[in-house]
Antibody, heavy 118, light 106 residues
């Protein structure tokens, strides 16, 4: 079965970049589906951030404007999130997730807490 | 952007009680999806395409609705149902979640 796992720094300073990795096992990210990043803020609000699909095309939430980038390394079966110019409002638990046929976000990583603080 | 408004924000139900959570969309959507999240765990798909139960979801759960109004119903509350429930729309970008409904056991 497909498994996803997030990794990356738990603490980022304001104005710097947040970079996370989602490592995928059990399924090739180039085979099919959209590979998403979602975050949950301290107040429990969930936000879909964007995805990269199996062909390598991306789609981002406009709320993140030009700060977000999702890329991948197909040789390692990983995809990445980068958010530039972070502020304290980017403090959240970050999840990677994949759909399945008909079911959005059927598979999730365990989530990783990123705190933005000086 | 389609805004999803859930109600109530929090509620408590006794064992055996019927529970209904509502999700209203600011514009019409084709389907609504629901997720359950318990503290310290990742969200789980719960109901998809408005009324289909995800694998392992008890049949005391049901989903319904159309257009701008959708609901998740528990026919008879059980202790394990205490969680936060979120609705999600994928009809238009950006995909958006509701603010969540925290359901507690009374």
């Amino acid at each position: 079965e497909v498994q996803l796992q997030e990794s990356g720094p738990g603490l980022v300073k304001p104005s710097q970049s947040l970079s996370l990795t989602c490592s995928v096992t059990g399924y090739s990210i180039t085979s099919s589906y959209r590979w998403n990043w979602i975050r949950k803020f301290p107040g429990n609000k969930l936000e879909w951030m964007g995805y990269i699909n199996s062909a390598g095309s991306t789609n981002y939430n406009p709320s993140l404007k030009s700060r977000i980038s999702i890329t991948r390394d197909t040789s390692k079966n990983q995809f990445f999130l980068q958010v530039n110019s972070v502020t304290t409002e980017d403090t959240a638990t970050y999840y990677c997730a994949r759909q399945t046929t008909g079911i959005p976000f059927a598979y999730w990583g365990q989530g990783t807490l990123v705190t933005v603080s000086s | 952007e389609i805004v999803l408004t859930q109600s109530p924000t929090t509620m408590a139900a006794s064992p055996g009680e019927k529970v209904t959570i509502t999700c209203r969309a600011s514009s019409s959507v084709s389907y609504m999806h629901w997720f359950q999240q318990k503290s310290g765990t990742s969200p789980k798909p719960w109901i998809y395409d408005t009324s289909k139960l995800a694998s392992g979801v008890p049949d005391r759960f049901s989903g319904s609705g159309s257009g701008t109004s959708y609901s998740l119903t528990i026919s008879s509350m059980e202790a394990e149902d205490a969680a936060t429930y979120y609705c999600l729309q994928r009809s238009s970008y950006p995909w958006t979640f509701g603010g969540g409904t925290k359901l507690e056991l009374k």
